[in-house]
């Protein structure tokens, strides 16, 4: 158990986390990105940081070939990748709880070779263990490998009061209405809802969790959190890299299922929902169900004036060319993949009637930023004539989710000077620098919560519907009418001119992260 000395609870720390029950987590797809980058990394960290059980279990399964000694080197590999200066000891020892089996995801074998390993390693852990199956591969073979785990005998539950079977799955979570039912439908085949455990990262963040903190642990924020006071919020998610590797997966995907999907209209929910009653998992997913319920669907003429879709080309960026997406390796030349997406939504219901929420979300931009900004009304009678109410900048509350964890506060301040001379006084709270460290990656909290059972930050599957009811008639326009067009921007810029036009019409701008 680990203890936080910076908790402000006046009645007891509950900064506290507790190490869970022995496990065994296997990996499929342990050959790929994400477990080298992230699955690994966080695990380790969790074990540095005693959240890991004395008996744990990391056994990584996927088609290329390997034994128990090569993942090893794989994993201590990515460990000392990501962290500087560990002692090899405590890698071998951690090294010590890590295993692999190959074969292919389809075939039986592959799960009895599965089974006879897992048996071995739970016999460490003297019997019984928790087992998690993280689905690190791509989603089209999901429900197979579903399939394959619950006839193996793998992911059944057993009688109650014996250890758990859960699974995690990554997004995309299908890629329209009708194939994410399909998915949810060969899911529910094999598994109950409570063993289902469906990540977006962007919730593990501790600034994403921070935006309930904010709401609902202060007072100064939640009277003025409504249509009397507030103006309009932007949701931006930039990326300052292309596509990378990813050219299969992206120019199939495209960007408003790859983002809005999930992160966006995720971060949406939890800045706009009503207080649930307790910070339970049920609990706050049925006020973020509520939420994407109430956004206003877009009538279809509406479409291609309240949704802006682009694609990044050619340009010189700090001194450095950066070709167009159709240039990029494996995208085909007349590709009409949307890199860029801004839109414009309404929620209705009586707290934010009127106010415009603005999304945007892109590739090759100016830099990477997550950020929400909830942008106050002017103040409504200027006593400082001859400034007028139009004169003095809106607050801003700006919740900064990366790079730079933490959040923003301008107001209106007196500036040394004349008598009215006024100038914007920004607050500024840092992660980094308030708690002298980066906060731990969002894959350590997730992964540390499905090993707990606590799945608060995960996305249950009815959230996932209601925000596929709402793109799937963007998407099906967008392939039906080839007369909607598809804008451009330069590489290195904050989005093609389309989409200032389109907030520029209500009279304001996109903020310059
Ligand atoms: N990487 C990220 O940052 C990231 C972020 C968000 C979500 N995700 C999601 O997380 C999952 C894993 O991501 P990833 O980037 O690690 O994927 P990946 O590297 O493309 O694939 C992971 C592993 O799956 C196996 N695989 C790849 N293509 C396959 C195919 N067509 N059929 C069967 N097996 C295949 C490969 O292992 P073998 O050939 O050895 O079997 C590969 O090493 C995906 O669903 C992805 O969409 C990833």
Redesign the pocket.
């Known amino acids: 158990m680990t203890t936080d000395q910076n908790c402000t609870s006046s009645r007891q720390c509950l900064c506290s986390e507790t190490a869970p029950a022995p496990f065994v987590l296997v990996i ?11 699955l690994i990394p966080s695990l380790f960290n969790l074990f540095q940081r005693d959240l890991l059980p004395d008996k744990f279990s990391i056994v990584g399964c ?3 070939v390997m034994d128990d000694k090569a993942f090893r080197k794989l994993v201590s590999d990515s460990i000392r990748e990501k962290f500087k200066n560990i002692p090899s000891k405590m890698i071998e020892v951690f090294c010590e709880g890590v295993f692999y089996t ?1 074969g292919n ?1 389809d075939s039986d074998e592959t799960y009895s070779a599965l089974s006879s390993k897992i048996s071995d390693v739970e016999s460490r852990h003297s019997g019984f263990a928790g087992r998690i199956f993280y ?7 999901y429900s197979e490998i579903v399939r394959k785990l619950a006839s193996s005998g793998l992911s059944p539950e057993p009688s109650e009061g014996q250890p758990y079977r859960r699974v995690i799955i ?3 979570f299908g890629r329209d209405l009708q194939s994410s039912r399909q998915l949810e439908k060969e899911l529910k085949e094999h598994l109950l809802e409570r063993q289902i455990y469906r ?1 977006d ?1 962007y919730l593990g963040k501790d600034t994403v969790q921070n935006i309930l903190m904010l709401r609902f642990a202060n007072m100064i924020f939640e009277p003025l959190w409504n249509n009397k006071y507030i103006d309009n919020v932007q949701i931006t998610v930039a990326e300052s890299i292309g596509i990378e590797h ?1 050219a299969g ?1 992206f120019d199939k995907s495209g960007l408003l299922r790859d983002m809005f999907q999930n992160h966006m209209l995720e971060m949406l929910s939890l800045v706009a929902m009503e207080p649930p009653s307790s910070f339970d998992a049920d609990r706050v997913r049925d006020e973020k169900l509520k939420l994407l319920s109430s956004i206003k669907a877009w009538e279809p003429d509406k479409i291609s004036t309240e949704f802006v879709r682009a694609q990044y080309r050619e340009a010189i960026v700090d001194g450095n060319k950066q070709q167009s997406y159709t240039e990029e390796d494996a995208v085909p030349k007349d590709s009409k993949t949307e890199t860029f997406v801004a839109a414009r939504l309404f929620i209705n219901n009586w707290r934010w009637n009127g106010v415009p929420f603005y999304l945007r979300a892109g590739k090759r931009l100016r830099r990477r930023v997550s950020e929400i900004a909830v942008t106050f009304k002017n103040i409504p009678h200027s006593i400082f004539k001859p400034l007028m109410p139009e004169d003095i900048h809106q607050n801003t509350l700006v919740l900064n989710v990366q790079p730079e964890e933490g959040f923003a506060l301008s107001i209106q301040a007196k500036k040394p000077g004349g008598k009215l001379c006024m100038g914007d006084l920004p607050m500024h709270f840092s992660y980094r620098d308030f708690f002298q460290g980066e906060p731990p990656d969002a894959y350590e909290r997730l992964l540390l919560d499905c090993m707990l059972g606590d799945s608060t930050l995960f996305i249950r599957n009815d959230t996932i519907d209601i925000s596929w009811t709402l793109l799937t008639p963007i998407l099906e326009r967008w392939a039906e009418d080839p007369s909607i067009p598809l804008a451009s921007y330069p590489c290195g810029s904050w989005g093609p001119l389309e989409a200032d036009a389109m907030i520029g019409k209500d009279g304001r701008k996109w903020r310059a992260p």
């Open positions: 499929f797809g342990a050959s790929g990105d994400l477990t080298y980058r992230k996927a088609r290329t190959h995801y689905l690190s591969v791509p989603s089209t073979i990554e997004k995309p990540i990262h990813r997966y």
